[in-house]
């Protein structure tokens, strides 16, 4: 007779077949001393803890929560309504010591302590625009630092002087004002919810009514708290920030800068292209006496000359460029302008005497004196030449040129006049007409005209009048 051997008390040999086959509906109880689930609790994976181990982790957590608290939000808004009331009490001191700097001031070191008091108000000022910005995320622009005046006197001066100080003093009489607002809204919300716990007599039919009105008692302060932060962030960038005075100023620099950013860029193109052009003529020139054509002799002489003034324009370009760089770079620092010497008129000769050596006939006449043309528009006169005789080798090759400066009465006169072209393949390269844009911008706030255009024997000619009187 064959036994019945029940499944759950077969054991496998083989460790990967399970021991157990559960039939339907049928739930494998625990082992003897062993609780329901104990298995499949011991298969789970254990979690990592996510407690800080060391210092340094214990260190970035605080400085993620101190970033938190004290950035733009509700937690900025917290510790700001937070600080109202110590602070209002900073500036009800403050000016208690300037009331009475000011009348020390019959002793004879009441000037001294004004001075100080009124340093001290400059530095909470400070540090009230951080508050601003950290905890509320307004922005307050900076206003005039007192510290990076020039002297002793001109410090002190502005310290007296300057509107920021007396703004200062205003934002601090708004500070003690809104501290008292702050400690009234505390004191009389402390009362009220005093009165409703301990002057009423609580029963199971008034409790939650009582409740109810303590937390709209609460609620009204906390609001009123936050009206009071409202206000502070609204009048603190009119008294702490920038004045009028030094917005205008700063718009006035902003102006100055753009327009010598755009005279930079203006004679930049001026110098690299007239350079780039007199080089592509001269190492053409070159070229072709080292390589004549025919029964022409080669001339290695020329050619040498040819090289160093392509070595002289390619400097010259280099300079300007650098210069270019460092205004630029002064700029960016907020450092002033590095001081150049403009060219004048006396410059011209050597402008056009790398251009001739290079095949272009120029001639220069000028019958004025450098002293009798300011510096200015010897800079002007010196430009139009420039980009005349540059427009002259891209556009026409190298035709008889003639640059003229003449004084007409109380004006003067710069003309580039070119004859007609012989050879039309032979310009070194086209401009992309930006040169006489800006040549007719500098002319016209030069209070002056330019006129361009052919000539009727096929030429070209640049003109450009300047008024001498008043330029100075």
Not at 224 to 247: F, I, S
Not at 272 to 292: N, Y
Not at 399 to 410: E, M
Not at 444 to 450: I, K, N, S, V
Request: aromatic content about 4%; charged content about 20%.
């Amino acid at each position: 007779m064959i036994s019945s051997v029940s499944v759950r008390d077969v054991r496998a040999d083989h460790p990967a077949v399970p021991t157990w086959l559960p039939h339907v509906g049928e739930e494998r109880s625990a082992p003897t001393g062993e609780s329901p689930g104990g298995r499949e609790r011991q298969d789970r994976t254990v979690p990592t803890t996510t407690f800080p181990r060391s210092a340094a982790e214990i260190g970035a957590g605080l400085r993620g929560v101190v970033a938190a608290a004290t950035g733009p939000g509700w937690p900025g808004r917290v510790l700001y309504a937070l600080a109202l009331l110590p602070a209002g009490a900073l500036g009800l001191a403050l000016y208690f010591a300037l009331f009475g700097s000011v009348v020390a001031v019959i002793y004879g070191v009441g000037l001294l302590l004004i001075l100080l008091v009124l340093a001290t108000i400059r530095g909470v000022a400070g540090l009230e625009r951080r508050m601003l910005r950290s905890l509320l995320g307004v922005d307050v622009p900076a206003g005039e630092r007192v510290r990076r005046q020039p002297g002793v006197r001109t410090k002190v001066r502005r310290l007296v002087t300057s509107a920021g100080t007396w703004r200062a003093v205003g934002w601090l009489g708004a500070r003690v004002l809104l501290g008292a607002a702050t400690l009234a809204v505390l004191f009389f919300a402390t009362v009220l919810c005093v009165a409703l716990r301990f002057g009423l007599d609580w029963n199971v039919l008034n409790a939650l009514p009582l409740l109810a009105l303590m937390a709209l008692v609460v609620l009204a302060a906390l609001l009123l708290l936050d009206l009071l932060v409202r206000l502070a962030a609204a009048v603190g960038p009119r008294l702490l920030g920038a004045g009028a005075e030094q917005r205008i100023a700063a718009l006035q620099a902003g102006g100055r800068r753009l327009a010598d950013r755009n005279r930079l860029a203006r004679d930049l193109h001026d110098t690299i292209g007239h350079a780039l052009t007199a080089s592509l003529l001269q190492a053409t020139a070159a070229r072709r006496t080292l390589s004549p054509g025919g029964d022409a002799p080669v001339q290695p002489e020329f050619a040498r000359q040819a090289l160093q003034h392509i070595e002289t324009n390619t400097r010259a370009a280099l300079a300007e460029l650098d210069r270019a760089l460092s205004v630029l770079r002064a700029e960016d620092d907020g450092r002033d302008l590095a001081p150049f010497a403009p060219p004048t008129l006396a410059d011209l000769d050597e402008l056009l005497v790398g251009l001739r050596d290079g095949g272009l006939p120029v001639a220069l006449t000028v019958d004025v004196g450098t002293d009798e043309v300011p510096a200015a528009l010897q800079a002007l006169a010196y430009r139009v030449v420039q980009e005349g005789t540059t427009n002259v080798l891209r556009h026409a090759g190298t035709p008889v040129t003639v640059a003229q400066v003449l004084r007409l009465g109380d004006t003067l006169a710069v003309s580039v006049h070119n004859e007609r072209p012989e050879q039309q393949d032979s310009r070194p390269g086209p401009g992309g007409g930006r040169g006489l844009a800006g040549l007719h911008e500098r002319t016209r706030a030069a209070g002056g005209t330019l006129t361009a255009g052919p000539t009727p024997s096929g030429g070209f000619e640049l003109c450009v009048v300047l008024p001498l009187a008043g330029a100075a």
